[in-house]
């Protein structure tokens, strides 16, 4: 059960991590509303680790099926990555909204 837990969360940090970089793809594109549609799926998952104590909820059911608490005890991405993980990819979405917001704000 372990292994499909760090299966599913692996599959849905890749999808919240296509997506962080897809919106300045949007933004070069002069996609701007679907930027900002894409920006909106992050800020949602953004609100669900802030509702849930700053975790993934899938943290919390691969928690039941084991003792280890490496930080990649409940993904399968490298230690440093998973540990780095909010930093990294939230300096990335941060960048990623003011390059859409300044893109789209000299398109008028």
Do not use: Q
Not at 24 to 30: D, K
Not at 65 to 70: A, I, L, Q, V
Request: charged content about 15%.
């Amino acid at each position: 059960m372990l292994r499909l837990v760090k299966v599913l969360h692996t599959v849905a940090w890749a999808i919240f991590v296509t997506v962080i970089f897809a919106i300045p793809v949007a933004a070069l594109r002069g996609e701007y509303r679907i930027g900002a549609a894409l920006a909106a799926v992050i800020a949602a998952e953004v609100a669900v680790l802030l509702l849930n104590g700053w975790r993934c909820p899938l943290t919390d059911v691969a928690a039941r099926y084991t003792s280890d608490r490496h930080d990649n005890f409940d993904i399968y991405l490298p230690l440093w990555l998973a540990k780095h993980n909010k930093n990294i990819f939230g300096a990335i979405y941060i960048l990623s909204l003011a390059f859409l917001a300044a893109r789209w704000s000299g398109a008028g």
